[in-house]
């Protein structure tokens, strides 16, 4: 796990958009983002529960951290979603 620390950014990278279609089941999803050349990541949502094909389908939940002005407020979505 210590050689994590120093994966580049960028290449090494996974987009949201290339694995949501083979997120069908129950998944447990950590979004972090990082600037440029540095190595400090922020969590910026984390996302659980079951899935269809990248979207919420059956109790699922989700938690994520907005900054306004200087302040990071969390925020927690959780309930039943169903594709009509």
Do not use: H
């Amino acid at each position: 796990m210590d050689n994590m620390k120093n994966w580049p950014i960028g290449n090494n990278c996974i987009e949201f958009s290339e694995i949501k279609n083979y997120l069908t089941g129950y998944a447990r999803v950590i979004e972090v983002k990082s600037e440029i050349n540095t190595k400090v990541y922020e969590i910026q949502s984390i996302t659980e529960g079951k899935m269809n094909r990248g979207q919420f389908d059956g109790y699922a939940r989700k938690f994520e951290v907005k900054k306004v002005k200087n302040n990071y407020l969390p925020i927690c979505r959780v309930g039943f979603w169903r594709d009509n």
